[in-house]
């Protein structure tokens, strides 16, 4: 942010402020009955500011290593006095003149001099899409879907709270993509077996240049360096989709899909004194610009494909209730660990894969004025993708941000949700979830350091999530309706990856992001033709203060920081229907 005058004191700006819009338009042909092209365009332009953090702690460790060439030392005299506070500047001066263009590895400096990353998060995107049906016969029609799409988008990163410089980044995403889909639906067995196969395509090319300066990596690395790193990457699916109707209560479904993906990845590191048009000149870079002047560092392709499938059978018991069962399995995509302090930290990871058991009711109970829905699900995680903070195999072991395939889980839980209408005015509804985790294999190389992964609690998902709401409309004759609504809703304690902290009251597990209860309410007025409408919201309506997200690297000798939720809002919104 800028200093500004006036009488604002010491505030240099704002974050989390949020700013954007959009739009939409469509345009339908039906030339024949048996023919529909649609043909739909969205845009989003975004100018919100960086998410609002604020620092809650540093290590013992922290204040004994990092400090600024004024002598100030990084403690918590940074944490601010209230969470919706913070110290940091997104400005990297913490340096003297002279050190402005010397390549030093001076702890805590940046090796380039002076400068700044705007606090802020833009994004402009936008897209265009064509689909075409056509009925063949009253059994047989085809589909085809194609799209384009591309985005851009800016964004700082900074976590360490301070002026001090200890983590500051600057991030330009941009790229697009192009995807087809060609499908073909049939009914056949005198419409006792409904058929779906196709074919669908998807290409993009992406491009992230980025300034990335950590001030807190010690020497003799020093790490402040431009990158552009490429990223293209084709995806080719073949799937098909049966349901045979084995009688009027009872279906069955399976489902098959053939994936084939190629990735390709070149990651550069780039000295920022000659704005990127040369190799970095940092120690731990240096065989990267010995090889290619540029900066280039390697060019890599990532190559996999893989059949899943899908199982289900469902069975309806009454009008009123169905059951069901699903067997299903998937995978997340491997790749290239793009983030590397040295160059065999480059290196390919593998596919995620799961198994998912899924199964539950459907119901409809008093007369159709309760809607009851339940399901309970086990899944079974293979090879999880894990960023490493530390890599025992690898000499030097740190620092180190690489991406591993280190851990098997199981993951079970139960959710249910429901909505009672008990008259014409009154509508309650309510959902519920519980999920827990266990880990059933980690990698030794997972367990390195203070980042020895806790197997008994899951990790960033809190175990219960609770939400009811109720709202009563009030009859105003000719004037309309008034409407007020109340939501109330609860998470859980959410636990974190690593699993020591410096600073919490648990030093054997990582900070957690505490749980929390929050009130909205709404009050809604509707024109008696339901032409107009208005209403005044309050969102966080207690005012009550808690995070999003905590990141803690305090057990490895650094701090711990949120991302803070806003305060007590409100607002009036006026709509026109036509």
Known sequence: ??????????????????????????????????????IIADLVNDDSESPAQTLLGTSAAATATYFGITGQTYDNRFVPPNPYITY????????????????????????????????????????????????????????????????????????????????TGWNHPYGESLQEEFRVNATVMDGRLDLTTGVFYFTQDNV??????????????????ITDQIYKSDSLGVYGHGVFHVNDRMNITVGLRYSDEKKYQELYRKDPVTGGSSGSTIPSFAACTAMNPDGLCGANTFKDNR???????????????????????????????????????????????????DMGFKSDLFDKRMRLNASGFYNIYKDQQVGQFVCPDLTPSAPCLRDSNLLDSDIWGAEAEATYIPTDALLID??????????????????????????SVPEQTPEWK???????????????????????????????????????????????????????????????????????????????????????????????????????????????NF
């Open 430 to 455: 309510a959902s519920l979830s519980w999920i827990q985790m266990h880990f059933t294999r980690i990698d030794p190389t997972a367990a390195a350091a203070s980042f020895q992964r806790n197997a």
């Open 307 to 357: 059949v899943d499938y899908r199982a289900s059978i469902d069975y309806r018991w009454n009008d009123d209730l169905m059951t069901y069962f699903t067997y299903s399995t998937g995978f997340k995509s491997g790749g290239v660990s793009p983030r590397f302090f040295f160059l065999n930290q480059i290196g390919p990871y593998g596919v995620e894969t799961l198994d998912a058991f």
């Open 1 to 38: 942010p800028s200093h500004s005058g006036g009488n604002r004191g010491c505030t240099l700006g704002t974050l989390g402020g949020q700013n954007y819009g959009g739009g939409r338009a469509s345009v339908r042909w039906t030339p024949s009955d048996k023919l529909e092209v649609n």
């Open 88 to 167: 940091e500047t997104f400005d990297n001066t913490d340096m003297s003149p002279a050190q402005f263009l010397t390549p030093t590895a001076l702890s805590g400096t940046s090796m380039t001099g002076p400068w700044s990353s705007p606090p802020v998060n833009h994004l402009t995107e936008w897209g265009i899409a064509g689909i075409i049906d056509y009925q063949i016969s009253d059994n047989l029609s085809v589909k085809n879907i194609v799209s384009h799409r591309e985005l851009d988008n800016e964004f700082s990163t900074t976590s360490d709270g301070s002026p001090l410089a200890l983590e």
């Open 208 to 225: 992230d240049t980025a300034r990335i300066d950590l001030g807190y990596v010690p020497a003799p690395f020093a790490f402040d360096f």
């Open 466 to 576: 609770i939400n009811i709401g109720a709202q009563y409309e009030f009859s105003l004759g000719s004037l309309g309706t008034l409407t007020p609504r109340v939501d109330v809703s609860y998470e859980g304690e959410k636990n974190g990856y690593n699993a020591t902290s410096a600073i919490g009251y648990d030093q054997t597990q990582p900070l957690p992001v505490k749980a929390y209860t929050l009130v909205n309410a709404r009050v809604t007025w509707r024109s008696a033709d339901e032409d107009w409408e208005a209403a005044f919201s309050l969102t966080n309506a207690t005012d009550k203060a808690y995070f999003y997200n905590i990141f803690d690297i305090s057990g490895a000798g650094a701090w711990a920081s949120g991302n803070i939720a806003p305060p007590r809002e409100w607002s009036l919104t006026l709509r026109r």
